[in-house]
């Protein structure tokens, strides 16, 4: 609640004075920093399809280099958080990596086929598990974006349309 209060330059009695509760505190704050992220990842010119998605993992990697501490009370909330706390964090980002598949598929990305919700479901659990990882010291964050592109190319590769192989190719080669 200190670091809330101290980013939002504002007292922690503030915080409470101004929330009904402490889960609508950080469901605030975690929703205005999903914001400013799909914010970012969009703005990013000529970014379409996958390649959009690599810009994604890459822009949480600069963050998480740029303030850990923030990021990390993300990840220890969601450890010790009731399930109400938890899907506040984590259903907002999975419907970010949905709404990425979904716009990957529309610019015929995927394959007919692909299903996109399952696809972005694995993804965004790949994301997470490497999330936490950072969170936790056992990767870098340079790490996270190599074993989220990774994964996430290695994952794509045989649902990419023929158009979107070379790049996914190219991710997985590094």
């Known amino acids: 609640m200190l670091q809330i209060a101290e980013r939002a330059g504002v007292s922690a009695k503030t915080l409470y004075n101004l929330f009904d509760s402490k889960a609508s505190i950080f469901r605030q704050v975690f929703d205005r ?43 220890r909330i969601n450890d010790v958080a009731g399930d109400e706390m ?7 980002r999975h419907s970010f990596w949905r709404a990425q598949f979904e716009a990957a598929s529309q610019s015929g990305c995927l394959l007919p086929e692909s299903d996109v919700p399952l696809i972005s479901a694995c993804v965004s659990n790949l994301i997470t598990g490497a999330f936490l990882d950072w969170a936790a010291g056992r990767i870098s964050a340079r790490q996270f974006e190599q074993t989220g592109t990774f994964g996430v190319a290695s994952l794509l590769l045989p649902h990419a349309s ?13």
Do not use: C, H, W
């Open 33 to 75: 920093d999903l914001s400013n992220f799909r914010v970012s990842v969009e703005r990013r010119t000529g970014t379409i399809g996958f390649e959009r998605v690599f810009v994604a993992i890459q822009k949480a990697s600069d963050l998480y280099q740029r303030d850990p501490n923030f990021y990390k009370a993300m990840a």
């Open 86 to 92: 938890r899907s506040a964090i984590s259903l907002p």
């Open 162 to 174: 023929q158009a979107a192989r070379e790049l996914v190719r190219a991710r997985i080669k590094g």
